[in-house]
């Protein structure tokens, strides 16, 4: 029996034992046929409970399915709820998805909402059900290829976004705060720019199917998107992280024209200002 199957068997035991859980969902890939767990993968589950407080607060519960090394509570990737995030002896570690009854039991009444696909489209498996929604959550389609969300806009608010932090950057840049500037490049700056090249990918090419945050990136950009996006990883130091401040505007500006070529859209910022004000931030080294 493998770990994931040994923490899953454990968790459908425990839940039998309390009042306060009503269903057991287990999602990710150890639920799903596309890309499949393997030996590195964690378990994501989600328990439908009276008071979420009691599993987000308290621990006592968790030394009942294993000893704990770690764990750690914070927001959810998708649907702005809370999870318990569990590293326990046996090596496992388990995402607990903590969701009040109530929300879990209308999940079948919003299977067209795009991160509902997104969580429970793509592979769940029903472990326990005191709800009776196994069939609702199994009827839940998966999310479609070449679905574009992004509005007009989405679109403003990334933009402004990607600009507003790329001279927040390199003016820390420039004042010598060089670990703050690489961060945002590793971080924010970097995560908006794959959120403009997965907007290009839908946009140019609608059958591909693009996954939420980084996931798969490997498989879903071209390897000519890829290297660029490589390019802009350049380690720490004056020099390297101005470059990297470098590549990422580039990119971000030509990937911003073509999406709005496509689209029609108007530019969000004043696009000859900020970049005016870029560069002479850029043109000299940080002291």
Not at 88 to 116: H, K, N, T, Y
């Amino acid at each position: 029996m493998t770990m994931a199957a040994s923490i899953t068997d454990a968790l459908c035991a425990w839940a039998s034992t309390r009042r306060d859980v009503h269903a057991v969902l287990l999602l990710g890939s150890q639920a799903r046929s596309d890309h499949p767990a393997d030996e590195f993968s964690d378990v994501d589950v989600v328990l439908a409970v009276d008071d979420p407080d009691v599993f987000l607060l308290g621990s006592d519960w968790l030394g009942e399915l294993d000893d704990v090394i770690a764990d750690v509570v914070e927001p959810t990737a998708i649907g702005g709820m809370s999870e318990r995030r569990v590293l326990f002896r046996s090596g496992q570690d388990v995402d607990f998805s903590i969701v009040p009854v109530e929300l879990i039991a209308l999940l079948g009444d919003f299977s067209d909402l795009v991160e509902v696909r997104q969580l429970l489209g793509r592979g769940s498996r029903v472990l326990v059900d005191d709800l009776g929604i196994r069939d609702a959550i199994e009827a839940i389609p998966a999310p479609e290829p070449g679905r574009v969300p992004v509005s007009e806009a989405d679109y403003r608010a990334l933009s402004n976004g990607f600009w507003y932090q790329l001279v927040w950057a390199t003016k820390k840049w420039r004042r010598g705060e060089l670990w703050v500037a690489m961060t945002s490049c590793e971080g924010v700056l970097s995560k908006g720019l794959v959120d403009l090249v997965r907007w290009r990918i839908q946009l140019r090419r609608p059958s591909v199917d693009v996954w939420h945050g980084n996931r798969y990136i490997e498989e879903w950009a071209d390897s000519a998107t890829m290297a660029d996006l490589a390019a802009t990883r350049t380690g720490y130091g004056v020099h390297e992280i101005g470059l990297s401040l470098r590549r990422l505007a580039d990119l971000f500006r030509q990937i911003e024209v073509e999406c709005r070529e496509i689209t029609g859209f108007a530019p969000a910022v004043d696009e000859e200002r900020a970049w005016q004000l870029f560069e002479r931030l850029l043109a000299r080294p940080a002291d």
